[in-house]
């Protein structure tokens, strides 16, 4: 049995004695050419290595992968990601000094020999063989070339890249067959061009136009000779000669480089002393990838783009083939975001909320009639330290969100009055209202079973002061629980689940929302994104388009570009013209006289709603105007802070309201967005507005709270927890008294997640 060094691997001896069967196989090789197969040795026979007339003929080069270049709508780069950072470039726009200095250094005789150096072969067997181990190697840049595409192949797959780079007869066998092939097929310049853009140069850098970025920040076409000489030293052993790590190495082995290029006579000994005395001189640039460096906050938006990119069959057939393009990289993405409505979500947000505070924020806009993404962010920067998070708060779980979207509220009320409209209910419809009434019984669903109360749930409106009867529009702007109640038992629950269907309204889990009359109080975890889609349907005169984030693609394949399909966005009719502009003109009562008031813009049309879910978890604000939609989310991600006696963004608050906390930013976002932009109006429908009893109090934007007079408030929401309450405070003078209780509808909670929790409306705004 050959005996092995204590340290494991073959001794010297025998490390040349196999670089000597090998170097032999190369001759072999060589001799294959005119004898192929059968040739003196063996290299058919059973039990060695494959035929060498056997081995495939054609070697595919593999598509590099590049780098991905993530754009904005108006072209500014927003981030680059790649799971090799790699610009292929042409040889004339790589450094003379470059190509002299890799050549030297490893393989001298390029322009010389053929795919194999025989005579570099015997050279290095006869060197190793004197130094009793393998101290100079025998393959030919050609050879490099290729085993650095079955590398490349191999891609992050450990156990791809170890076969690609296993040291046996077989492989090598076939590196040599596949090398021959490649210098008849492209020739000395084309090879050398592939083999300076394949080639690892360490941190990070593949191809010498990266290198060349990352140690120098400039480009492959500016290097000099001494830096020319440090990058092609280092493909040796990128980690051995790392300059930025090793500077005393580095410098070492760019010396050696330079003192060959010398005895090859591609520079003076005058050059290469000159050289030699210089600094390595670097200016180095960190590596900059993937969408925790995106600019203006939009690190959320990057990473969506990508979610959007492996989940769309536009892309593959499967998510492997999605993932392999993605990774092989290459592509231009040129995205929906626009710049300036970006930048005022995230300086919105930032004037509001701070990222270390209790509670986050998110934001979302989307352009009404096309579905465009237009701005997105959230208090929580992307990142894995303190006050940074991975999740991205304003999209579906399945598209990189945290839990599973977030309770609404009393946003979700506009999609009752929708569907209730599109039944043919009047915007006068009034119903009586109570202050506090059971859920009625029985109310059909789409299945056909009817639901019912079977535990003679209740449910309460905000404060004692609410009492009806109301009509559409006072019930909108006070956010009157027991009114949409009261539209689901009249119209049914299968409207709604009708309605919100067309909206693309699903929890955020991806999962339909319960056939349940407590639907209206917003208790199901939805994502921002979703609402501000919905919600863009009532601005664009009921079309609904679904969201889409990425306008085109190109990719980058050798020398020339191609176009990639990319998703559309499908637009479809939601809901009639006089629905949607009615729901718009209720919906501008919100912002107008109702819970929305500090919401609202000054400047153009603009219509909204508020919600605030009990035991204050969750502030919303969700609105538009013609010609932007958008929706402001506020809240702990873990649904486990209660925003009373809260401070946020330096501004404490005795309690969280939805017009209060998430309306200001909404407010500051959209005037940001919009600024310089039309101010098209709504098509506002003539809604009769009869006087109504003094007595009525507007009601504030908090389910909680007494009116004014100091009467009690009322009591915790639809979807809160069976049995669950909260103190009511008085309000001008008003006494602290518990809220009363009550049940939760059979079947309404079900267990998605900390989001999907039924943290009901419980009639909050």
């Known amino acids: 049995m050959p005996k092995k060094r204590s340290g494991g691997g073959l001794s010297p001896t025998q490390q040349a004695a196999k670089f000597l069967g090998v170097s032999v196989l190369a001759g072999a090789v060589m001799a294959g050419i005119a004898l192929p197969a059968a040739g003196a040795f063996g290299l058919a026979a059973k039990g060695s290595v494959q035929g060498f007339d056997d081995i495939p003929d054609n070697l595919k080069s593999p598509a590099l992968s590049q780098r991905t270049t993530i754009l904005d709508s108006k072209g500014g780069q927003i981030a680059t990601v790649y799971s090799r950072d790699r610009t292929v470039v042409d040889l004339k726009d790589i450094s003379p000094y470059m190509q002299k200095a890799i050549v030297a250094i490893e393989d001298s005789r390029f322009y010389q020999h053929g795919a194999v150096d025989l005579k570099g072969i015997l050279r290095a067997v006869n060197q190793n063989a004197q130094n009793g181990g393998v101290a100079q190697g025998a393959s030919t840049l050609t050879q490099q070339l290729v085993k650095n595409y079955f590398v490349e192949e191999a891609g992050d797959d450990p156990t791809k890249v170890a076969q690609a780079t296993q040291q046996t007869i077989g492989r090598k066998i076939r590196e040599l067959k596949y090398a021959i092939q490649l210098e008849e097929k492209l020739g000395k310049k084309k090879i050398l061009e592939n083999y300076l853009n394949i080639t690892f140069f360490g941190e990070q850098a593949y191809g010498i136009e990266a290198a060349s970025q990352r140690y120098f920040s400039k480009h492959a076409k500016d290097l000099n000779l001494q830096e020319s000489a440090l990058l092609a030293g280092i493909v040796q052993s990128p980690s051995r000669y790392d300059p930025v790590n090793d500077e005393e190495e580095a410098t070492k082995r760019r010396n050696t480089v330079l003192q060959r290029m010398a005895e090859v006579h591609d520079i003076s000994r005058q050059e290469a002393e000159t050289a030699k005395a210089a600094k390595l001189g670097l200016h180095v640039s960190r590596p900059k990838n993937g969408c925790i460096t995106a600019v203006a906050g939009a690190s959320f938006f990057c990473k969506y783009v990508e979610n959007v990119f492996k989940s769309d069959p536009v892309f593959g057939k499967t998510r492997a083939a999605r993932v392999k393009v993605w990774d092989q990289g290459g592509l231009t993405i040129r995205t929906t975001l626009d710049p300036q409505s970006q930048e005022a979500i995230?300086?919105?947000?930032?004037?509001?909320?701070?990222?270390?505070?209790?509670?986050?924020?998110?934001?979302?806009?989307?352009?009404?009639?096309?579905?465009?993404?237009?701005?997105?962010?959230?208090?929580?920067?992307?990142?894995?330290?303190?006050?940074?998070?991975?999740?991205?708060?304003?999209?579906?779980?399945?598209?990189?969100?945290?839990?599973?979207?977030?309770?609404?509220?009393?946003?979700f009320k506009p999609f009752v009055a929708a569907a209730a409209l599109e039944q043919g209910k009047p915007a006068t419809q009034e119903y009586s209202s109570p202050n506090k009434m059971p859920y009625p019984s029985p109310v059909q669903t789409c299945g056909g079973k009817a639901w019912t109360n079977q535990a003679n749930e209740v449910v309460p409106n905000e404060s004692a002061s609410e009492v009806g009867p109301y009509r559409l529009k006072e019930a909108m702007a006070k956010s009157v629980n027991t009114y949409f109640v009261q539209m689901i038992s009249d119209i049914g629950l299968c409207p709604v689940m009708k309605q919100i269907d067309k909206l693309g309204v699903v929890q955020g889990n991806g999962d339909k929302l319960p056939q349940v009359p407590s639907i209206a109080l917003g208790a199901k975890g939805i994502s921002p994104l979703t609402m501000a889609t919905a919600y863009a349907a009532f601005a664009s005169r009921g079309m609904y388009c679904t969201p889409i984030a990425i306008e085109s693609i190109t990719q980058q394949v050798g020398d020339h570009e191609k176009s990639l399909d990319v998703p559309?966005?499908?637009?479809?009719?939601?809901?009639?013209?006089?629905?949607?502009?009615?729901?718009?003109?209720?919906?501008?009562?919100?912002?107008?006289?109702?819970?929305?008031?500090?919401?609202?813009?000054?400047?153009?049309?603009?219509?909204?709603?508020?919600?605030?879910?009990?035991?204050?978890?969750?502030?919303?604000?969700?609105g538009y105007t013609p010609n932007l939609s958008g929706a402001v989310w506020v809240g702990s991600a873990s649904q486990r802070v209660h925003m009373v006696g809260i401070s946020i963004g330096g501004v404490y608050h005795a309690k969280v309201y939805g017009g209060e906390v998430p309306g200001p930013i909404w407010r500051d976002l959209m005037t940001g967005a919009l600024a310089g932009k039309d101010a098209p109006s709504f098509n506002k429908v003539d809604i009769p507005d009869p006087g109504k009893d003094k007595r009525r109090d507007k009601g504030r934007d908090d389910g909680n709270n007494g009116d004014r007079n100091g009467n009690q408030g009322g009591a915790t929401g639809g979807g809160a927890t069976l049995g669950n309450t909260i103190s009511g405070q008085g309000g001008d003078g008003g006494v602290v008294t518990p809220n009363p209780t009550f049940s939760i509808p059979e079947g309404f909670i079900q267990g998605n997640g900390n989001g999907g929790r039924g943290n009901g409306d419980g009639g909050q705004r």
């Open 568 to 622: 559309k966005s499908t637009c479809s009719r939601a809901m009639s013209e006089k629905t949607a502009d009615t729901v718009s003109t209720l919906l501008s009562g919100v912002i107008d006289s109702g819970t929305g008031q500090q919401a609202g813009l000054t400047d153009r049309d603009n219509a909204g709603k508020t919600g605030t879910t009990d035991e204050r978890k969750n502030a919303w604000f969700v």
């Open 346 to 411: 995230q300086t919105s947000i930032k004037d509001h909320v701070n990222k270390s505070d209790k509670v986050a924020a998110a934001g979302t806009l989307v352009e009404p009639g096309t579905g465009k993404i237009l701005g997105m962010g959230q208090s929580k920067p992307y990142g894995y330290g303190k006050n940074e998070t991975e999740y991205n708060y304003s999209v579906n779980y399945g598209m990189g969100g945290s839990n599973y979207g977030f309770p609404t509220g009393s946003t």
